[in-house]
C-alpha cells in the first residue's frame, strides 16, 4: 500500500508559477494528472522511479517540469506559465510497474492522492 499527500495547490495570477509537491510513503513510478469541472482527467506528467526518464502531455510541455527528491520521497510539479485552462484539481499517483508503457493512461496507476487545486485567475 502506498499513500500519496499532495501539497502546493492554490491561487495564481496568469503567467505565474507553482509547485506541488507529493509525499509517497513509497518509492515508486509516479504521475501527475488533472481534472477540470466537467473535464476528464487529463495526464500532465509522469517520472520513473529513479527519476532518469520523463513524460509530459502535450498541454504542458515546455511549461511544466517533474522531479523528484528519492531522500525525502517526494516527487515535485514544478508548474510556470500557468494559464487559466491550467486550472483543475491535481492528483498525484503511483504505479508499482516502472516503465514507459501506457504511462499517460489512469488505469496504469494503482495509489492516488486525494488531489490538490490549482486555480488559475486571468
Known amino acids: 500500500q502506498v499513500q500519496l499527500v499532495e501539497s502546493g495547490g492554490g491561487l495564481v495570477q496568469a503567467g505565474g508559477s507553482l509547485r506541488l509537491s507529493c509525499v509517497a510513503s513509497?518509492?515508486?513510478?509516479m504521475g501527475w494528472f488533472r481534472q477540470a469541472p466537467g473535464k476528464e482527467r487529463e495526464f500532465v506528467a509522469a517520472?520513473?522511479?529513479?527519476?532518469?526518464?520523463?513524460y509530459y502531455g502535450d498541454s504542458v510541455k515546455g511549461r511544466f517540469t517533474i522531479s523528484r527528491d528519492n531522500a525525502k520521497n517526494t516527487v515535485y510539479l514544478q508548474m510556470s506559465a500557468l494559464k487559466p485552462e491550467d486550472t483543475a484539481v491535481y492528483y498525484c499517483?503511483?504505479?508499482?510497474?516502472?516503465?514507459?508503457?501506457?504511462?499517460?493512461?489512469?488505469?496504469?496507476?494503482?495509489?492516488w492522492g486525494q488531489g490538490t487545486q490549482v486555480t488559475v485567475s486571468s
Open positions: 513509497g518509492r515508486t513510478f
Open positions: 517520472i520513473t522511479r529513479m527519476g532518469v526518464t520523463t
Open positions: 499517483a503511483a504505479s508499482t510497474e516502472d516503465s514507459g508503457i501506457k504511462v499517460d493512461t489512469d488505469s496504469r496507476y494503482d495509489y
